[in-house]
């Protein structure tokens, strides 16, 4: 069956410093999103990407999803404590089209 | 604030009994889905329901029953409660059927299984 990877499961991080995570798939994807949720809060969608090779910004995060839609990431330029929280990817896929999540990769930022 | 709601906001029950959550979708939204989040097993997606009709199910135990009623809101019967479904219960909504959408979801059900 289909399966997604999410990694790394935790990242920490000094503010100002770089972050990425990633998802990485077994099989084509058609879509992918990702949603961040942060410590007690709620998941809350960021972006979807459906083209092969597409690259989306807003502000300091990087979207992309790979040429052959297996893979995507997420790429957050000069973190800030705001951006703690746990991100996920998420994903459509199968016959009764199952939604997955990722297992989501916790951001941690030491001010 | 998302503009979906959930109630109750947190429930403390007994292993055995049985329990009801519920959803009111975003208005305009008419599908409705149901996650389950617990520590071990992430944020797992139980099934979703598009203008009342069951449109996916995904890892939702035999135990857990779920409908959408005409006016949209959702409800998610738990029964036979076990220690092991203590967990945080989201629902979500979005205008599509497919799910393809942005999903919006409730502030969560924290339910508690003595």
């Known amino acids: 069956g289909q399966q997604v990877m999410q990694i790394p499961q935790y990242q920490h991080v000094q503010e100002g410093e770089d972050f990425t995570t990633y998802c990485n798939s077994s099989?084509?994807?058609?879509?992918i999103q990702w949603y961040k949720q942060r410590p007690g809060g709620h998941p809350v969608f960021l972006i979807q990407l459906v083209k092969s090779g597409e690259v989306k910004k807003q502000k300091r995060l990087t979207f992309q999803f790979g040429e052959a839609k297996k893979n995507s990431s997420l790429h957050i330029t000069a973190t800030q404590t705001t951006d703690v929280g746990t991100y996920f990817c998420?994903?459509?896929?199968?016959?009764?089209?199952?939604?997955?999540f990722g297992k989501g990769t916790l951001l941690t930022v030491n001010p | 604030d998302s503009g979906v709601t959930q109630t109750p906001k947190h429930l403390i029950t007994a292993t055995g009994q049985r329990v009801t959550l519920r959803c009111s979708p975003r208005?305009?939204?008419?599908?409705v889905y149901w996650y389950q989040q617990s520590l071990d097993q992430g944020l797992q997606f139980l099934i979703q329901y598009y203008n009342g009709e069951e449109r996916a199910k995904g890892n939702i135990l035999e135990r857990f029953s779920a409908q959408q009623f005409p006016d949209l809101h959702s409800e998610l019967n738990l029964s036979s409660l076990e220690l092991g479904d203590s967990a945080l219960y989201f629902c979500a909504s979005s205008a599509d059927f497919l799910g393809t959408d942005t999903q919006y979801f409730g502030p969560g059900t924290r339910l508690t299984v003595l």
């Open positions: 998420v994903y459509r896929g199968g016959s009764n089209y199952k939604l997955t």
């Open positions: 099989t084509t994807l058609s879509n």
């Open positions: 208005s305009g939204d008419l599908s």
